[in-house]
């Protein structure tokens, strides 16, 4: 058959203009990746060994609060503004309550000072649950069976109120109760802490990509059960957004989503919807996941961490937590 046109001998709009050289993809690049936009999420524990490796996570350590705050002088030299601390407690410590979740001498407010003390101009977050305390691994009070929401919600209140004297900059709730960071922002003010940023885990799913986390904090071999009863199901979007209202209208600053690379839509969605900070946690087993890739040669190391790294910006992220942190901002500096 025969064309009642001829075809143009080549084409007028051509996108591969802007792509031809170095200099014009760097002038067009629609959105930047630098140390700025990245937090680095530190394992700390309160053993006897500075640098314990977690096997689940090589080049994962988890740290003594000596060697917290040199991660954190590290950080700052490499312009990583903030750190995360998450704690692997001693299983002798832990109890149904989580009893030292809330000690003022325990082993966060240990490491919050360690990193003041070294690099005061490092930001400092700290996780506000009780799965790391508790004997039966979940996130709050356990009563017959169940997470008993309103019972948890004043053990969260105290925990950040332990946490921001101990001069924590940010808490972040990780724990999905209802009416979390309201109970949490009360307190802060009502103690004076107005200041004390609430970066709230808004949106977070009940997912297997936490499963190394647990072993490097060890809370896995505790976990009875699932989190499905306070965790979001990852069949939801809409409820994502119904949870980050929420949080908003109860005074968080900043939220997140969690995992991260799997919910870069719920990321675009929250950012597009609210147009406030809006971070994302690529969570400990997508860390495992390209780790063990790289590990095997199967994914060029350098270019999949700025990859995936990017993909959070241009999701709409102000900012990604993300164990890759500091060899990102090697790469970026
Ligand atoms: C819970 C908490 C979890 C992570 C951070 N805080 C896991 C969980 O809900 O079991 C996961 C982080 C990661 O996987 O890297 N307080």
Redesign the pocket.
Known sequence: MTLPFAPAPYPLARPRRLRSQPWIRRLVAETTLTPSDLVW?LIVHDGAEDRVPVASMPGVFRLSPKAAAAAAVEARDLGIPMVAL?PNVDPSLKDALGTRATDPDGLIPDCIRAIKDAAPEVGVMT??????YTDH?H?GVLEDGRIVNDTTLERLAEQAFIHAHAGADVVAP???MDGRVQAIREALEANGFHDTLILS?AA?F??A??????D??G?AKQ?SGD?KTY?MDYANADEALKEVAMDIAEGADMVMV??GMPYLDIVRAVSGTFRLPTFA???????AMMQASIANGWLDQDRAILETLHGFKRAGCAGV?S?FAPQAARLLG
Request: hydrophobic fraction near 30%.
């Open positions: 999420p998450f996780d506000v649950a009780l799965d790391c691994g996130d990780s724990d999905m885990y977070k009940a997912s990509f936490y499963g190394p986390y647990r490097a904090v809370s976990l989190k965790q969690k995992p946690y690529q969570v400990s087993g997508e860390y937590l164990y």
